[in-house]
């Protein structure tokens, strides 16, 4: 059973900066692509970043030069470093895993249960 569980949520003003875990158990990220999208009140989910099994990353144009996607396979996890957050950024984000990457939310089989980021102008 995969299990995906985002950490790293919460406040902070325009400018800041947050870093978001998603630790994964039941698949393993080294041998899979995962990813970040986030879902804004009253809008569609959208791909943030995803990195494949061979490391190479994506990014959408909104966060480009800001938001930079890692992944340590020692412990199994995907990372979301966020700087320069603006109020746009606000946001549930959610982690998610698969065979392979996609800018597409319904090619990814797996979601973790989403948290919160409140950026504050």
């Known amino acids: 059973q995969v299990r995906l569980v985002e950490s790293g949520g919460g406040s902070v003003q325009a400018g800041g900066s947050l870093t978001l875990s998603c630790a994964a158990s039941g698949i393993i990220f080294a041998d899979n692509a995962g990813a970040w999208f986030r879902q804004a009140p009253g809008k569609r989910r959208e791909l943030v970043a995803h990195i494949n099994s061979k490391g190479a990353t994506y990014y959408a144009d909104s966060v480009k030069g800001r938001f930079t996607i890692s992944r340590d396979n020692a412990k199994n996890t995907v990372y979301l470093q966020m700087n320069s957050l603006k109020a746009e950024d606000t946001a549930v984000y959610y982690c998610?895993?698969?065979?392979?990457?996609?800018?597409?939310?319904?090619?990814?089989?797996?979601w973790g249960q989403g948290t919160q980021v409140t950026v504050a102008s």
């Open positions: 998610a895993a698969a065979l392979t990457s996609s800018q597409y939310a319904t090619n990814w089989p797996y």
